[in-house]
């Protein structure tokens, strides 16, 4: 099967895939949304400019875990005082990226790839840069994150990444969205 084909068939499995959650899960997003607002002032989600594909910067999606007002930095980075206790939940289930499913719809992510990075992570960045990793779409889930490598250690998830998009295919994706769903990965580096 040739890249191209590749590449159309993960496309279309993450747009199904994305709509069908979307539906599916509007019940609980809805009521993630009414959590998020009554634990904490401020909106329920949270808009982040981040890296995509071919380093075009789109607005990622995620709901709200911190408190509003708190710096935009990197997971690892944050404060454990930042962290609202019910972000504190969404962050252990990775319940606060399910928003990105409207992003793997408009075609910003896939639902599996390198995780999005920050526009102020020059490390991440030219770490990726260096390895070829941004000619994929970034993920909700990856490669990095279920082998719990975050952003703080940029060489090795530029690594992981880069194996991630040599040996891309559509029943790697599957496993690792159901191992992610079945809890594979330490999440956030501040709730280890």
């Known amino acids: 099967m040739t890249q191209t084909m590749n590449q159309l068939i993960k496309r279309l499995f993450d747009f199904c895939a994305s709509l069908g959650g979307l539906i ?6 809805l009521v993630l949304v009414i959590l998020v607002r009554r634990s904490s002032p401020g909106g329920a989600l949270f808009l982040q400019k981040r890296v995509g594909r071919y380093e075009v910067p789109f607005t990622c999606i995620k709901f709200r875990t911190m408190a509003a007002g708190t ?3 990197g997971s690892h980075d944050a404060a454990e005082a930042w962290i609202t206790p019910i972000g504190r ?3 252990a289930y990775k319940l606060d990226e399910l928003p990105q ?3 793997v719809l408009r075609g910003d992510m ?5 995780r999005p990075c920050l526009l102020t992570q020059p490390d991440v960045i030219s770490a990726r840069r260096a390895k070829g990793v941004f000619a994929v779409r970034p993920g909700i889930t990856g490669l ?3 082998a719990g490598i975050d952003m703080s250690t940029p060489e090795k998830l530029a690594a992981a990444d880069a194996e991630y998009v040599k040996t891309v295919s559509l029943w790697r994706d599957i496993a690792m969205i159901l ?3 079945l809890g594979k990965g330490k999440g956030d580096a501040a709730l280890r």
């Open 24 to 29: 599916v899960l509007s019940p609980i997003l």
């Open 71 to 73: 710096p935009s930095v």
């Open 89 to 91: 939940t969404l962050r």
């Open 101 to 103: 499913l409207v992003n």
């Open 110 to 114: 896939s639902l599996v790839g390198p």
């Open 144 to 146: 990095a994150q279920i």
């Open 179 to 181: 191992g992610s769903i």
